[in-house]
């Protein structure tokens, strides 16, 4: 079973930026993918980015060119640098590990983006 434990949320002006880490423990073996997702209130859980063990990316539409997702693969960490955040980014944030064994999610980091 992995283990994830996630930090980094936090409030932010408009135009500001963060960066949200997510460590994973564990057994953890193979391929596999880490990404981010996030709840605002009211609103369904979505996809905001992903990451392959391999290097490939995915992003939603809303935060391509604003946010960037990398990893250590040998921290088994992945980060979300988050920049030109905007009130709609505000949402509790999701870190998931899938494999082919595997779907763990963290607890959720809360970001807000107010002036």
């Known amino acids: 079973q992995v283990q994830l434990v996630e930090s980094g949320g936090g409030l932010v002006q408009p135009g500001g930026s963060l960066r949200l880490s997510c460590a994973a423990s564990g057994s953890i073996n193979g391929l596999n993918v880490m990404g981010w997702y996030r709840r605002a209130p009211g609103k369904q859980r979505e996809l905001v980015a992903t990451?392959?063990?391999?290097?490939?990316?995915n992003y939603a539409d809303s935060v391509k060119g604003r946010f960037t997702i990398s990893r250590d693969g040998a921290k088994n960490t992945v980060y979300l640098q988050m920049d030109s955040l905007e009130p709609e980014d505000t949402a509790v944030y999701y870190c998931?590990?899938?494999?082919?064994?595997?779907?763990?999610w963290g607890q959720g980091t809360q970001v807000t983006v107010s002036s």
């Open positions: 998931n590990f899938r494999d082919i064994s595997d779907n763990a």
């Open positions: 990451i392959h063990s391999l290097g490939v990316t």
